[in-house]
Nanobody
Framework: QVQLVESGGGLVQVGGSLRLSCAAS????????MGWFRQARGKQREFVAV????????YLADSVKGRFTISRDNAKNTVYLQMNSLKAEDTAVYYC??????????????????WGQGTQVTVSS
């Protein structure tokens, strides 16, 4: 079992920055590929970013490229999402996910092995 706990959400103005953290617990958490999704009110879940278990591969959604970065520290069992130049449309609940497998994260049919409980990010204009 892997437990995921997100933190770092909050209220920020347009153009501001936030860093989300996802702390994973469980003996094998470091071998999972991990990523972030978001879901705005009334909208479908949207893929944001994924990083491979060793940090060697990264894939970002087009909507966040150049503004968001994903990283991980396996010594701390933590994945980070650095969000810069935030826009109002980035407002959503952000969820951390873990799955053994790097492909398919951007598909609507994606199913994670584990999900966090989510953290709210609100970008005000």
């Amino acid at each position: 079992q892997v437990q995921l706990v997100e933190s770092g959400g909050g209220l920020v103005q347009v153009g501001g920055s936030l860093r989300l953290s996802c702390a994973a617990s469980g003996r094998t958490s470091s071998i999972y590929d991990m990523g972030w999704f978001r879901q705005a009110r009334g909208k479908q879940r949207e893929f944001v970013a994924v990083i491979s278990w060793n940090g060697g591969r990264i894939y970002l959604a087009d909507s966040v490229k150049g503004r968001f970065t994903i990283s991980r520290d396996n010594a701390k069992n933590t994945v980070y999402l650095q969000m810069n130049s935030l826009k109002a449309e980035d407002t959503a609940v952000y969820y951390c996910a873990a799955k053994r497998g790097f492909t398919g994260w951007d598909k609507l049919t994606f199913e994670a092995d584990y999900w966090g409980q989510g953290t709210q990010v609100t970008v005000s204009s």
